[in-house]
């Protein structure tokens, strides 16, 4: 089973400021399928980004997703309000896993 | 618009069978070739992916729960199902069903419903 593991586990950031969250695959992911999501309180996950760095529709710009093989990146370039929440990674070259998610929490 | 709806017991007793209805509207369950999947979440805890079912009834289940899992499609009322057996209190969980596109990414999520193993 591909581990995904997620850091930091908190990131405590003001409005304004760049986020950049990480994910770390046990194995490469097979074609880079790799996907990001935003989790706010009481609600079902958001898809952010798909195939490492493809923005899913309706997701604002300041949302990027880089990296290949075993390092992949969330970038938030400047921190709404509404960002802060949980990221999590997801991986599906490979079955599928998530990792343990990033809080991002307002400094 | 497509929308999903999670319904099932919210209470489940220890070594029973867990089973979850997801309701399918704004379109044919069929139409597009789309699959179908579960996800969960235990309260306060990340997100673990329980399996996914395409319309032909052929599945995918993640290996930790496959012994335990069934999953179909009932295309007459468009919707898709999860049974999970012997339950613990580990399966106490927010169950998701959601859609993934091309089996892959999950672009589309009904609200959840929590589902309690208890005595």
């Known amino acids: 089973e591909i581990v995904l593991t997620q850091s930091p586990g908190t990131l405590s950031l003001s409005p304004g400021e760049r986020a950049t969250l990480s994910c770390r695959s046990s194995?490469?992911?097979?074609?880079?399928?790799l996907a990001w999501y935003q989790q706010k309180p009481g609600q079902a996950p958001r898809l952010l980004i798909y195939?490492?760095?493809s923005r899913a529709t309706g997701i604002p710009d300041r949302f990027s997703g880089s990296g290949s093989g075993t390092d992949f990146i969330l970038t938030i370039s400047r921190l709404e309000p509404e960002d802060f929440a949980v990221y999590y990674c997801?991986?599906?070259?490979?079955?599928?896993?998530f990792g343990q998610g990033t809080k991002v929490e307002i400094k | 618009q497509l929308h999903l709806q999670e319904s099932g017991p919210g209470l489940v007793k220890p070594s029973e069978t867990l089973s979850l209805i997801c309701s399918v509207s704004g379109d044919s369950i069929t139409s597009n070739n789309y699959y179908w999947g579960w996800i969960r979440q235990p309260p306060g805890k990340g997100l673990e992916w329980i399996g996914t079912v395409y319309n032909s009834g052929d599945t995918f289940y993640n290996p930790s729960l496959k012994s335990r899992l069934t999953m179909s499609v009932d295309t007459s009322r468009n919707q898709f199902s999860l049974n999970l057996s012997s339950v613990t209190a580990a399966d106490t969980a927010i169950y998701y069903c959601?859609?993934?596109?091309?089996?892959?990414?999950?672009?589309?999520w009904g609200r959840g419903t929590l589902v309690t193993v208890s005595s």
């Open positions: 997801q991986q599906y070259g490979n079955s599928r896993t």
């Open positions: 195939g490492a760095s």
């Open positions: 194995q490469s992911v097979r074609n880079n399928y």
């Open positions: 959601a859609r993934p596109l091309t089996n892959h990414y999950f672009d589309l």
